[in-house]
């Protein structure tokens, strides 16, 4: 019986430049509208349904509807993500009060220190906020 070595080589880390994500803020009507162009479009898909489910009668007229499952829940969690990061904000710009989850919100000790030295731009609080949430 031949022996087959099968033990597994280190895996490489941090081999690749780290990219910083860019941060968008959308005002709450933004946010609303690509919700309403989300849901429409997952609702044409309805059309493709019926029509293949008309044609062919088939599984892939069933993976139409999963498809419409998962793009609902992507959809709704991209809202809940820009509602959350927006009213946040709102609270960080002191135009909404305060929250007792918004006073827990725990910050790193390094971004502290880059803030009591002035290190950050000011678009530092939402930068946080889109990576915390």
């Known amino acids: 019986?031949?022996?087959r070595f099968l033990e597994l080589s280190p895996r490489l880390e941090e081999t690749r430049d780290?990219?910083?994500p860019q941060t968008i803020k959308f005002e709450l009507d933004e946010i609303k509208n690509h919700f309403d162009e989300d849901l429409i479009a997952i609702q044409s898909l309805s059309n493709v349904y019926q029509q293949l489910d008309e044609e062919r009668n088939d599984a892939s007229s069933e993976l139409i509807l999963?498809?419409?499952v998962i793009l609902l829940e992507s959809a709704f969690d991209f809202y809940l993500h820009e509602l959350t990061k927006f009213g946040v904000n709102k609270i960080f710009e002191k135009s909404w009060a305060p929250t007792e989850k918004y006073k827990r919100i725990i910050l790193r000790l390094e971004l502290v220190e880059k803030i009591i030295n002035n290190e950050v731009d000011e678009n530092w609080f939402l930068e946080y906020i889109s990576q915390y949430y």
């Open 66 to 68: 999963r498809s419409q």
């Open 18 to 20: 780290r990219q910083v």
């Open 1 to 3: 019986m031949n022996y």
